[in-house]
């Protein structure tokens, strides 16, 4: 460089990145919905990852670690980015997670489903952890408040409890032939 040249600035000036920002932060609306088929048999925590949606999994994955068999489960970005759900097959808990389903249900936590044998999807009593978000949410921050909620459940033995498919032909809830 000669005197009197002016030098180019050696850096360059990129995007701008919000303060106090570490990474990208995953949020609902880049949730894409699972559109496999969810009849899979789970025989580990790892085998949730295929049928379960990323907000859900954590929770999922520690409701199986105590035993405890959830039923349906999702949040995502097309058709529920306003709210995620985890449900539980209440027939299945052990009395003392049971105890606790109903003090959580009474303190306005988690809803409460009562059996409907006229309908296939309200086929057994069933709990459902719902809170609500947007698909500007972060997925880790609807994880935290799920998993805060099943975290009051228990470690339980295993209570495996199955629907007598015969029945619901014979009510006309699924045609013969199927399933």
């Known amino acids: 460089m000669r005197f009197g040249e002016k030098q180019k600035p050696s850096f360059k000036i990129g995007q701008r990145k919000a303060l106090f920002t570490i990474g990208n932060v995953k949020k609902i609306k880049d949730v894409l919905p699972i ?28 409701l199986f670690e105590k035993n405890i068999q959830t039923v349906d489960s999702g ?6 980015a306003n709210r995620a759900y985890i449900t539980i097959n209440y027939d299945t808990l052990n009395k003392k997670n ?7 249900v009474r303190n306005g936590i988690i809803n409460f489903i009562p059996k409907d044998e006229n309908c296939i ?12 978000t947007n698909p500007e949410a972060t997925v880790k921050s609807v994880e935290n408040k799920l998993l ?17 498919l015969s029945i619901l032909r014979t009510k006309g809830l699924i045609p013969d032939g199927r399933l």
Request: charged residues 35%; glycine residues 2%.
């Open 35 to 62: 559109r496999e088929h969810t009849d899979i048999k789970v025989s580990n925590k790892e085998d949730l990852r295929e049928i379960v949606e990323e907000p859900c999994l954590k929770a999922c994955q520690q």
């Open 98 to 104: 049971k105890e606790i389903a109903d003090n959580l």
């Open 148 to 164: 805060a909620i099943t975290g009051h459940f228990e470690q339980q033995q295993k209570i495996e409890k199955t629907t007598d």
């Open 121 to 132: 999807r309200n086929y057994y009593n069933k709990i459902e952890i719902e809170i609500p």
């Open 75 to 80: 949040c995502n970005s097309e058709n529920c």
